[in-house]
């Protein structure tokens, strides 16, 4: 995982909380987020071939799985769903990755207030 990714993986992160707040969850009640390839091109100050690859490094598709993309058609983009991995204290070892909940993100946020 290049440093790049783990900068997009984080701004993204930062933009779920933003999406918490705006009640932007899906019919499941996930929270989405929407990172077009140019808003990934305006943060990342790159081009288009490297958005498009940072993003399909991250996509649970052809990367590592840190963020789930679903298509919405009709030319609006995708809804992408930031997924938090899960660390095994005891072996030190990433375990698996897994969408965050919804109520998890609220609980956390309103210990946090």
């Not at 091109?41 to 498009?52: D, L, N, P, T, Y």
């Not at 058609?73 to 899960?86: A, E, Q, R, S, T």
């Amino acid at each position: 995982m290049s440093s790049d990714d783990k900068i997009l993986y984080g701004v993204m992160l930062d933009r779920m909380s933003l999406s918490m707040k705006n009640g932007w969850v899906d019919k499941e009640n996930r929270v989405y987020i929407i990172f077009t390839i140019d808003d990934v091109r305006e943060m990342m100050h790159c081009g288009e071939q490297k958005a498009v690859k940072l993003l399909a490094e991250l996509d649970s598709v052809n990367g590592i799985g840190l963020i789930e993309k679903k298509r919405q058609g009709l030319g609006k983009p995708n809804l992408i769903y930031v997924k938090n991995f899960v660390r095994n204290i005891e072996q030190g070892q990433v375990r698996e990755f897994q969408n965050c909940e919804n109520e998890e993100f609220k609980n956390n946020e309103d210990e946090q207030l």
